[in-house]
């Protein structure tokens, strides 16, 4: 397995938006023979058959889903990483990659050293800063890595060859590979990522626990859709996110308290100078970075 001979097979544990665009991808570009999907949903199955994200679907982690994989990509929340390991465990061939594209990554390093330590040096964990509220296999897509990054967080004890292996698949799709440690992923994508949908999640939830929601919500326009369209995001990743980097997240919301606060002082205040100031300052960060974009 080079990196320009095409894989024989990859099995995708979760058929859905983040694996599904992958291979889709793979599958255009000739770098994968067959894709075999696991999933628990059968229609989800189904829609994926239909529209070759998958050639093979099972609904079963066992030797006929598992024992042909050059590379196993695990697409579930996060919390199933320990599950899934000791699952895939006993059908994988010495030389099979095993990778994931969680959202937190000291979880992955941990579940890999614990449950995978005789294949080890054949784990890799990746994240893929890439995404949508949408989900499950009608939701993969052409070109979503395209100019997207793509984080590894090495544990230290891989084949540097299937680090390279890797990596070359995701450039394959257009992304751009990053290396970080797994501790210093997590606290950048609590700040970036995770703690925004918490945001959202809670302003939707101080509208609806308003008694005159229904009247606010009647009015509600782009404003409130920009600002909350990731509360619409799958509660049951995002659970499973933020109980497993809560620790950055608890640190986080303190910082949020003291915005807040901040917030509420110069209001109470009617200190217009400051408040002009405090927006403008948040206004010029935000243009700055995306004249980066």
């Not at 059968?42 to 982690?61: G, K, Q, S």
């Not at 196993?72 to 099979?96: D, G, H, N, Y």
């Not at 997590?186 to 995770?194: G, L, T």
């Not at 303190?254 to 206004?283: C, H, I, P, S, W």
Request: hydrophobic share 45%; proline share 4%; net charge negative.
């Amino acid at each position: 397995m080079s990196a320009i001979t095409p894989l024989k097979q990859i099995t995708l544990i979760g058929v859905g938006l983040i694996g599904g665009s992958f291979v889709l991808d793979l599958k255009r570009l000739g770098r994968v023979e067959t894709v075999a999907g696991i999933d628990l949903n059968r229609e989800n199955l189904d829609r994926a058959l239909e529209r070759r994200v998958i050639d093979e679907a099972f609904t079963d982690i066992n030797a006929e889903s598992i024992g042909g994989a050059d590379l196993v990509l695990i697409a579930t929340p996060v919390s199933t990483l320990p599950a899934v390991c000791q699952a895939v465990k006993p059908f994988l061939r010495p030389e099979t990659l095993v990778s994931d594209v969680g959202s937190t990554k000291q979880i992955t390093v941990e579940a890999f050293r614990t449950y995978l330590p005789e294949h080890l040096s054949h784990c890799i964990a990746a994240h893929p800063i890439a995404g949508s509220d949408r989900h499950g296999a009608l939701a993969a897509q052409f070109g979503l890595y395209q100019d997207k990054k793509l984080i590894i967080t090495p544990h230290g004890d891989e084949h540097s060859d299937g680090l390279e292996r890797l990596e070359s698949l995701w450039q394959a799709v257009g992304a751009e590979t990053l290396r970080l440690s797994a501790a210093e992923h997590d606290a950048i994508f609590a700040a970036v990522s995770h703690m925004p949908h918490l945001l959202a999640f809670a302003f939707v939830h101080e509208i609806f626990d308003h008694p005159d929601r229904q009247a606010y919500l009647s009015f509600a326009a782009s404003g409130f859709r920009d600002f909350t369209r990731i509360a619409s995001s799958h509660p049951a990743i995002w659970t499973d996110i933020c109980l497993a980097n809560k620790n950055s997240l608890q640190d986080l919301i303190g910082g949020m308290r003291r915005q807040l606060d901040t917030l509420e002082n110069l209001l109470v205040t009617e200190n217009k100078t400051a408040l002009y100031a405090y927006f403008e300052e948040a206004k010029n960060t935000r243009d700055d970075w995306l004249k980066r974009q």
